[in-house]
C-alpha cells in the first residue's frame, strides 16, 4: 500500500516525447509558458474599487461563455 501513495510516481506514466517532433516542440512551449514565473495572484486580484461580488459573478459568466464556445462545438 506504500507504493501506491508514493509521491515520486504517479499512476500515469509521464509522457516521452521524441525530440525533434512537433509534440515535442509543443511540449517544450507548454512547459515554457507555465514555467513563465507569471503571478496568478496578481493577474485574479481584485481592482481596488469594485464589488466583490459583481468582480466574481462577471468573471463566472466570461468563464461559462468560454468553455460553451470550446465544448459547445
Known amino acids: 500500500l506504500k507504493q501506491v501513495f508514493n509521491k515520486d510516481k504517479t499512476f500515469r506514466p509521464k509522457r516521452k516525447f521524441e525530440p525533434g517532433t512537433q509534440r515535442f516542440e509543443l511540449h517544450k512551449r507548454a512547459q515554457a509558458s507555465l ?3 507569471v503571478d496568478l495572484k496578481a493577474a485574479v486580484q481584485l481592482p481596488s474599487g469594485e464589488d466583490q461580488n459583481d ?12 468553455i460553451n ?5
Do not use: K, P
Not at 468582480?55 to 468560454?66: C, G, L, T
Open 55 to 66: 468582480w466574481v459573478a462577471v468573471h463566472v459568466v466570461d468563464f461559462f461563455n468560454r
Open 69 to 73: 464556445l470550446i465544448y459547445g462545438t
Open 35 to 37: 514555467n513563465s514565473g
